[in-house]
């Protein structure tokens, strides 16, 4: 299982985390990854969740084995 949020904001805030945070806390052995996806321009990683912007999208559904 991987938790997705997505945002439209252009940075990312602390309250974001809840949610992926959350769902990993109750699925503790099937939660895979974390990821918050933003409408900023940068991809990163912060502790334990993937931060990915908008326009990358396509390319992060493909490393997910998601898109074709």
Same mark, same amino acid.
């Given at each position: 299982? $991987?938790?997705?949020?997505?945002?439209?904001?252009?940075? $990312?805030?602390?309250?974001?985390?809840?949610?992926?945070?959350?769902?990993?806390?109750?699925?503790?052995?099937?939660?895979?990854?974390?990821? $918050?996806?933003?409408?900023?321009?940068?991809?990163?990683?912060?502790?334990?969740?993937?931060?990915?912007?908008?326009?990358?999208?396509?390319?992060?559904?493909?490393?997910?084995?998601?898109?074709?």
């Amino acid at each position: 299982l $991987i938790p997705i949020e997505i945002k439209t904001a252009e940075t $990312i805030h602390t309250e974001f985390f809840i949610g992926v945070n959350y769902f990993a806390s109750i699925h503790p052995k099937h939660t895979k990854h974390k990821t $918050i996806i933003y409408a900023g321009d940068n991809s990163y990683k912060q502790k334990d969740t993937q931060i990915e912007y908008l326009e990358s999208l396509t390319g992060f559904l493909r490393e997910l084995r998601v898109a074709p």
